[in-house]
């Protein structure tokens, strides 16, 4: 077991190279097995989720070469092998498979996916999505097995707006026969990128991006290089931390573009935020405003970064709210930020933070991967040491936080906890 140890009160200062996007990786690397040749795919961030994705494809098969921020894929030796729950369990996107190797050998046998506890996570529309083009469903205990003579395009209109089902039925529908047409498809970044790499498969994809996604089904991919976009939750969360600490941090390798929602929030609490061509100047400042946040589908503000807001609002004099419309139950940072000193109360899916208050040292516990990112900013801005546990949930999505923060100037390390020997 390991612990975070911060010794807070430092404002970061200095700059930050912001990895590939966890999201993408996610989904590009499933995606990859469409191809009938090896697909390359570059900056990759080495974090859990990417790690975890490995072992599943080459327990089935597929050669994975991961160095630096290399992957190659070649996929030419797989099989449609069985995976049970307990990989899958480990990360929610194992739910790509379903939509990948359905498309690859008509037939998909993966466990229900795990991934962060933010309150009950269906996949209906997934299931719904697969079977307008024809595929069979069933859930056999926890195992999802679906199966597909051949795949035939359909109209699938989406009712809620889901990130997952909308690339999930375009990896199964890029090598189907005849047209398929989302409606009401998410537009988040990350679902661009993974169309961008399968037209570059020589899938023929239009409207990625927007509300109306079309996709041609085409017989065969092949392989292809691809670099991914970079992470915008990752950069949200240091230009977070970078305001909370009242620092002035420089984000390199960002696309502005992507990190509009968060920049115009924090412009509207008082930050400098100075956009350049690929990086973000983040300029913390004394005096801040309280502001009220929704969370909403992209280019809405991200529910990713609610719990990271929720932070920085405590150091802002006044009533803040913050209401999270995608995830409902997204508190569970609430009661360890309050063990800091924060004044926050939970009325349904807001929280009411009376900001302004300083924040002491305690020991917390990382409850998912962005509540860790909350408590790591907590610790940053606190009076005295913070200890985070729980750092299982936040290697999942941020490559190398503690050097990255540390090069910021934060006094930050991680200890590895001795197992207690038994008596
Ligand atoms: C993706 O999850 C992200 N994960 C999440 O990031 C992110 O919070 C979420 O999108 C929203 O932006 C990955 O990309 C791996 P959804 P996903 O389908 O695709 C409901 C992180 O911290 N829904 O867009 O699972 C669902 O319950 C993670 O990096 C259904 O009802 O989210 C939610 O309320 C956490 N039925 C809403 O839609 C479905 O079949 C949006 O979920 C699918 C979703």
Not at 39 to 64: F, K, T
Not at 95 to 124: M, T
Not at 220 to 229: A, F, N, Q, S, Y
Request: charged letters at 25%; proline letters at 4%; aromatic letters at 4%.
């Amino acid at each position: 077991m390991e612990k975070l140890i911060i010794n807070g009160g430092k404002p970061l200062r200095g700059s930050v190279s912001i990895s590939g996007a966890k999201n993408s990786a996610v989904a590009l690397i499933p995606a990859a097995l469409l191809a009938d040749g090896p697909v390359v795919i570059e900056n990759l961030p080495h974090i859990q989720d990417v790690e975890i994705y490995v072992e599943l494809l080459q327990r089935m098969g597929a050669s994975v070469l991961f160095e630096d921020d290399w992957m190659e894929i070649d996929s030419s030796a797989m099989k449609p092998v069985v995976m049970p729950n307990g990989h899958v369990k480990k990360l929610r996107a194992s739910y790509y498979l379903w939509g990948a190797l359905l498309a690859k050998f008509g037939e998909a046998n993966v466990g229900l996916p795990g991934g962060c506890d933010l309150g009950p996570r269906p996949v209906d529309l997934h299931i719904k999505g697969f079977q307008a083009l024809g595929a069979r469903v069933e859930n056999m205990n926890g195992v999802m097995t679906l199966r597909a003579n051949r795949l035939r395009g359909a109209r699938i209109y989406l009712d809620l707006i889901s990130v997952g089902a909308t690339i999930n039925i375009m990896l199964a529908a890029a090598r189907a026969e005849g047209v398929t047409v989302i409606e009401n498809a998410a537009r988040e970044p990350e679902i661009v990128d993974v169309a961008t790499l399968l037209n570059n498969m020589g899938a023929n994809i239009k409207g990625a991006g927007t509300d109306v996604i079309r996709i041609q089904g085409v017989e065969r991919l092949r392989g292809c290089r691809h670099t991914i976009i970079p992470d915008r939750i990752e950069a949200g969360t240091y230009m977070i931390a970078a305001a909370a600490t009242r620092g002035d941090v420089i984000l390199e390798n960002v696309i502005p573009k992507h990190l509009e929602p968060i920049s115009a929030k924090l412009r509207e609490i008082g930050v400098v935020i100075e956009d350049g061509d690929d990086n973000i100047r983040v300029i913390g400042q004394e005096k801040y405003q309280a502001v009220d946040v929704k969370t909403n589908p992209y280019p809405g503000f991200p529910t990713d970064l609610q719990q990271p807001m929720t932070t920085l609002l405590t150091q802002v004099k006044g009533s803040s709210i913050i209401t999270d419309n995608i995830y409902g139950s997204r508190f569970r940072h609430v009661d360890e930020l309050r063990r800091m000193g924060a004044s926050i109360k939970v009325e349904g899916r807001s929280a009411v933070i009376e900001g302004g208050r300083t924040l002491n040292g305690a020991k917390v516990v990382s409850s998912d991967l962005r509540a860790g990112a909350a408590l790591v900013i907590a610790g940053l801005v606190s009076q005295g040491v913070t200890e985070v546990e729980g750092l299982e949930h936040i290697d999942r999505g941020y490559e190398n936080l503690v050097g990255k923060l540390r090069n910021l100037g934060a006094d930050v390390y991680r200890e590895v906890l001795k197992p207690t020997k038994r008596p």
